[in-house]
């Protein structure tokens, strides 16, 4: 009998998600088609993986000592990761975020005992960007460092010597693609990488949302941006130290429609219930796995990354009024009343 193994301490039930086939997207794309559950993380999303990533480093390193201060810039599921992290071993917490992400985030944060500090979105060229206000904040408060997730390469560690040997091991190293938006693009780098380790010929797709210039960086070698996107937590409009050197070998530029397409299918078919960024996730993971076939890959396996909960976005993805006020299709089983003109 192999039992579950008893974890000896809350932050070791980071990591080590269960991985799952995807009936719809295999059927849409011809091929098998599996997505890692990164909402089982205890913060219910990917980035528990680099906040513990990042701590451990900074105390390696002798930079965060007992009874420090963790000061970091995200749009909330880093902050949620971060602050669960840094309540297990004694630091206090300090999240910056900008304030048209979810409420159930921020909600979330300061539950938690997070301090949240709100700022108006802004381009990352503007100084009062909400990166920019975290590393302020870190150099003003005492014992305090700035995790920097975007520039800071423990992230993508996370993901090299975590999530990509999951994910091998799981697939008992037979894998053709894996394909996921990018944010910081600790996840997409460090899959890619890890996985480039153990077979070369594993293909790694960046699925970029619209409104993001990574598209148009691994297409032409130009950060160029079009359109816009509500997806919290991805697109991207610069290389992040994260992202240097990543082995992207395709890209696909994916809607926000295409995504909520992903994500009503996934809740009311196959009654898993995720956020945008996994949706378009999803809709990159099927494009893959089509065009390796059309490249001649018999059987195709592709991997794609399932980030967070949709429990997080009650109040925008699954309420009708706010779906209709961004001119987005509203789900259909929530249309009925709320909808109507
Ligand atoms: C919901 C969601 N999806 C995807 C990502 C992207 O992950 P990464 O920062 O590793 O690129 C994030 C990052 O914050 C996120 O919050």
Redesign the pocket.
Known sequence: MTAIPVRQSPLDLIGNTPLVRLSGPSEAAGCDIYGKCEFANPGA???DR?ALFIVRDAEARGELKPGGCVVEG?????GIGMALVCNALGYRTIIVMPDNQSREKMDTLRALGAELVTVPPTKYSDCNHFVHTSRRLAEETQNAIWAN??DNTA??KA?IEGTAREIWEQMDGRIDGFT?????????A?VGMGLKEFDEDVIIALTDPHGAALYSYYADGELKAEGSSV????G?GRITG?LEGAPIDTQFRISDEEGLEWVARLLREEGLCL????GI?VAGAVALGKQLRAQGRAAPRVVT?L??TGF?YLSSLYDPAWLKAKGLPVFPWLSAETAQD
Request: with cysteine; hydrophobic share 30%; proline share 0%.
């Open positions: 999303s990917v980035k680099a995200t749009a909330g599921n880093t997730q975007f992230n993508r993901h996921c938006a990018a944010g910081t693009g600790g996840t997409i460090g997806a919290e937590g991805i991207q994260n956020g945008l960024s996994s996730n990354i980030c967070d997080r």
